[in-house]
């Protein structure tokens, strides 16, 4: 239902600031900020029963972008209140590390060794939006729009004990996913110049494709999936 609501509100706002595009001022920006994200993914426990893990995500991200001023008045030199803007940042993000202590079988299973290992993940990508925003005070307002996400994630394991048992050994993996999200968010310029403090909710992220991306034959990751999220940017307008 936020999902149909949120693009429903997309395209009003889209057929409203059309017919202003040719009065548009552009604003270059430049932005940073943070995330924090809900994963999950699935497991099985000691009885092999199967689960589903939750963690939480923390990220940075750096970029910039345009705003399109769609109803600037050249008499005035006054913007009017719907903006579109394009941003595009590059970011990087951590999750748990998992750790593990217990035995493993050597090649003919007739033999088994204590061994422990932890495994560390984070992921670099890029995201790209096309956000609607209407102010509905002079210096603040409400902003939407859909998000494309590309996240290379990494696993690296750490290894103790022998080695030359069944998939054993310090390994690393990588996996590739692309996602499609919607982000609603509050922004407002309290101070006199123009830096903007944007407060911002993903409630909806789907994963539209994932290629793992082999690295060895005994290490496969168990990758983590990216949910919602909640997260805050600072933005230098030009």
């Not at 239902?1 to 600031?17: D, E, H, K, P, Y």
Request: aromatic share 12%.
């Amino acid at each position: 239902m936020i999902r149909i609501l949120a693009l429903q509100a997309c395209t009003v706002l889209a057929l409203a600031a059309a017919p202003e595009l040719a009065h548009a001022r552009l604003h270059p920006f430049v932005v940073v900020g943070g995330q924090a994200s809900k994963a999950e993914k699935d497991d099985v426990d000691k009885l092999l029963d199967p689960i589903t893990i939750h963690q939480s995500s923390g990220s940075w991200e750096a970029g910039g972008g345009l705003q399109f001023n769609t109803g600037h008045n050249a008499a005035t030199n006054a913007d009017g209140p719907v903006d579109i803007g394009l941003r595009l940042t590059y970011g990087r993000g951590t999750l748990p590390d998992e750790s593990f202590s217990g035995t493993r079988s050597d090649f003919s299973y007739h033999h088994s060794y204590e061994v422990s290992y932890t495994e560390s993940f984070h992921y670099t990508g890029w995201t790209a939006g096309a956000l609607f925003s209407y102010r509905v005070l002079p210096h603040g307002g409400f902003y939407l729009g859909p998000v494309l996400q590309t996240a290379n994630f990494k696993a690296e394991r750490s290894w103790e004990g022998p080695t030359d048992c069944f998939e054993c050994g310090p390994a690393s993996d990588k996996s590739m996913t692309r996602y499609g999200q919607l982000e609603l968010g509050a922004n407002a310029i309290p101070f006199n110049v123009p830096l903007r403090i944007e407060g911002y909710w993903i409630p909806w992220r789907r994963e539209l494709s994932t290629t793992h991306i082999v690295q060895s034959d005994i290490y496969t990751a168990n990758f983590s999936a990216l949910k919602n999220a909640l997260g805050m940017r600072l933005a230098y307008q030009f």
